[in-house]
């Protein structure tokens, strides 16, 4: 049974930093790309960045570009994601997912196509 498991979710104050974690489980983590997923209080799903399975190619949308970095640990079958200078449109509730393949083009439809996905770590960044 594949598992995803996010955790790190906390308050922080604007301006901070945190690291997510997902711990994966039920599958050969290092043969496929992974994700991180966002949803803020009343706002649709947004995609946040992704990596592919040796870890060598990552991707960030333009509104985490250059605050957040995504990392994989394949020995230790974690996915995480550290996020410096925390804005309150940060405050979301985080999803790692995992992608059917070993990567992903950007800007294709293949780059929502998740088969699984975690039950999410809240993050609220707040003064």
């Known amino acids: 049974e594949v598992q995803l498991v996010e955790s790190g979710g906390v308050l922080v104050q604007p301006g901070g930093s945190l690291r997510l974690s997902c711990a994966a489980s039920?599958?050969?983590?290092?043969?496929?790309?992974m994700s991180w997923v966002r949803q803020a209080p009343g706002k649709g799903l947004e995609w946040v960045s992704m990596?592919?399975?040796?870890?060598?190619?990552?991707n960030y949308a333009d509104s985490v570009k250059g605050r957040f970095t995504i990392s994989r640990d394949n020995a230790k079958n974690t996915l995480y994601l550290q996020m410096n200078s925390l804005k309150p449109e940060d405050t979301a509730v985080y999803y790692c997912?995992?992608?059917?393949?070993?990567?992903?083009?950007?800007?294709?439809?293949?780059?929502?196509?998740?088969?699984?996905w975690g039950q999410g770590t809240q993050v609220t960044v707040s003064s």
């Open positions: 990596i592919n399975s040796g870890g060598g190619s990552t």
């Open positions: 039920g599958f050969t983590f290092s043969s496929y790309a």
């Open positions: 997912a995992k992608y059917p393949t070993e990567s992903v083009v950007l800007g294709t439809d293949a780059q929502y196509d998740y088969d699984y």
